[in-house]
């Protein structure tokens, strides 16, 4: 499995951007997919995550209504929309998946990992 983000960079705070993380090596049907980051000095957290068949989507308190996360089964795609960013979204960002269609929010939960992407948010 493999899985491969991208789509960070440097924004001023209000802005967006989109990350993307391009899923391989298996059909993910039955899995959980999800974002997490990481900031300096602390653990992964969990940003938000979807049922690869569809239905149930969570979100991070800090980022509802902010970010949307959505999956493109044609491409195996996950996407991370994330608008009206603030200095504290400042992260590295890294698609995870697991292999249930359950969505946790540990960290541990997940199997496959992505190599992250950073996102830097002016002020």
């Known amino acids: 499995v493999q899985l491969q983000a991208s789509g960070g960079g440097l924004v001023q705070a209000g802005g967006s951007l989109r990350l993307s993380c391009a899923a391989s090596g298996r059909s993910f049907s039955s899995h959980a997919m999800a974002w997490f980051r990481q900031k300096p000095g602390e653990g992964r957290e969990f940003v938000a995550g979807?049922?690869?068949?569809?239905?149930?989507?969570d979100y991070a308190d800090s980022v509802k209504e902010r970010f949307f996360i959505s999956r493109d089964i044609v491409t195996s795609t996950v996407y991370l929309q994330m608008n009206t960013l603030k200095p504290e979204d400042t992260a590295v960002y890294y698609c995870a998946a697991r292999s249930s269609p359950y969505i946790y929010t540990g960290a541990s939960a997940y199997n496959y990992w992505g190599r992250g992407t950073l996102v830097t948010v002016s002020s």
């Open positions: 979807l049922r690869w068949s569809g239905g149930r989507k």
